[in-house]
């Protein structure tokens, strides 16, 4: 006879019922029973093989009752046995190192301060020859303005002269 729990487990977790189905969870059962420590055991780990079939999707007793045989061949024999032998596969799984490397991981995206950004502003206005970062700025952007507005000229100008658009000679001979 079917344990009560089972089927309210396989209810609970959306699985279509049909007479023959009933009939599986039954061998399941068994399967558990002969394996299994105690009876309260057996139930426990047809439960938890409902329980991570439906969590993965499936939608039949064949892939619950995979699941079953391969904790029971695995000798998992109780609930807590099944745990151990997920976490185990579930780390094994996971890569600790790539090509003989350990593997590094990225590290967050930093973002910067405003005290930060202003250090940095002073810094390069030094190098550039300025004394004032806002007027470093002022200047910069006046010779990017520049640089934009004179772009088409300064191509063009390069094609008379024989420099691709990147300034390297064009090949004339062929």
């Known amino acids: ?5 089972i089927v309210i487990q396989w209810q609970q977790a959306n699985m279509p019922e049909n007479p023959l189905v009933y009939q599986d969870l039954e061998e399941m059962q068994e399967l558990a029973l002969h394996n299994a420590e105690s009876e309260q055991e057996a139930v426990k780990l047809v439960m938890l093989a409902i329980r991570s079939a439906a969590k993965n999707g499936a939608t039949s007793t064949l892939s ?8 029971i061949n695995a ?3 109780t609930a807590a046995k099944v745990g151990d032998y997920e976490k185990q596969s579930q780390q094994l799984q996971q890569p600790r190192s790539r090509f ?3 593997l590094r ?3 967050a995206i930093e973002k910067f301060t405003p005290e930060q950004i202003a250090e940095q502003s002073k ?4 190098e550039d020859g300025f004394d004032d970062p806002e007027e470093w700025v002022r200047v910069t952007m006046e010779k990017f303005r520049e640089l934009r507005s004179t772009r088409a000229e300064r191509m063009a100008d390069k094609a008379n002269r024989g420099l691709t658009s990147s300034g390297k000679r064009v090949v004339t001979r062929f």
């Open 1 to 5: 006879m079917i344990n009560k729990n």
């Open 123 to 126: 810094r390069l206005a030094k």
């Open 100 to 102: 003989g490397q350990p």
């Open 75 to 77: 000798g998992a024999t």
């Open 64 to 71: 619950v009752q995979r699941r079953l045989e391969k904790w």
């Open 105 to 107: 991981n990225e590290s």
